[in-house]
């Protein structure tokens, strides 16, 4: 696989929390470039978070920060971050990374300043010291990292494609594919879920994405069963 010396050279997965009895992951990511950009996915739970009526309390582990700091990483040295929605298990802590351009799309971002969804989390991404950059759709954030807009889950919401000089592509699904037996093309929405037919359309699309990129891992957002044979930090992908 071509690359270029701002390519991704690693991709490290986190697991920051865990929610009970499956033990289903709370994830974040981060992809390191061959010119020295620190690219974080997502952020997890917040620390200190209020109980859920409706769910039962994760079990948390190391958070983002602790996991970046065992390989030396600061929260200043990330210089960009894409938030691929803003529930509260992925933008929980947007706010502790204060020099990282901000990828949202447009459209995630206008439809959360409304929705009671992401109230929740609003004081985690709605923050005036956060430097937003807005993409409109399929974007190429740097050579060999592509943002794949799947709105479905959530209007806006966006996955990663990461393109290793070693391992090959890497589909980051995130929560437009939650668990490996949802990535059908006939998939049917989850209570989480916020548009069936949009959920199936992205679906597809990652579907057909993974084919012609000859996918060599796909990692869906939170499928208990897989995260138990990926490499996760300190190990990574490259």
């Known amino acids: 696989m071509s690359s270029t010396a701002n390519s991704p050279v690693r991709l490290y997965l986190m697991q920051v929390a865990a929610l009970p009895p499956a033990g289903v992951p709370i994830v974040c990511y981060l992809i390191q470039t061959g010119d020295g950009k620190n690219i974080l996915i997502d952020s997890g739970l917040p620390q200190n978070m209020p109980p859920m009526p409706d769910r039962p309390m994760p079990v948390m582990g190391k958070n983002v920060i602790e996991q970046l700091a065992q390989i030396g990483i600061q929260p200043t040295d990330i210089q960009l971050f894409v938030g691929t929605h803003f529930d509260g298990d992925h933008a929980g ?3 502790l990374f204060p020099n990282a351009e901000f990828i949202v799309q447009r459209a995630h971002y206008d439809a959360a300043l409304t929705s009671p969804r992401f109230a929740r989390s609003r004081s985690h991404w709605d923050q005036p010291t956060l430097h937003y950059r807005f993409v409109d759709g399929d974007t190429t954030l740097v050579p ?3 943002l794949i807009e799947t709105s479905g889950h959530a209007t806006g919401h966006q996955s990663v494609l990461v393109r290793l000089p070693e391992t090959g592509s890497v589909l980051l699904t995130i929560d437009a594919v939650m668990e490996q ?3 059908v093309a006939d998939v049917q929405a989850s209570p989480m879920d916020e548009n069936e037919t949009a959920l199936c359309s992205s679906t597809r699309k990652l579907i057909d994405l993974a084919e012609k990129e000859h996918a060599a891992l796909i990692v869906f957002g939170h499928d208990a069963e897989q995260w138990k044979t990926l490499r ?5 992908y490259s």
């Open 144 to 146: 060999d990292v592509e």
């Open 232 to 236: 996760k930090l300190p190990e990574f």
């Open 93 to 95: 802590n947007n706010e």
């Open 181 to 183: 037996s949802r990535f």
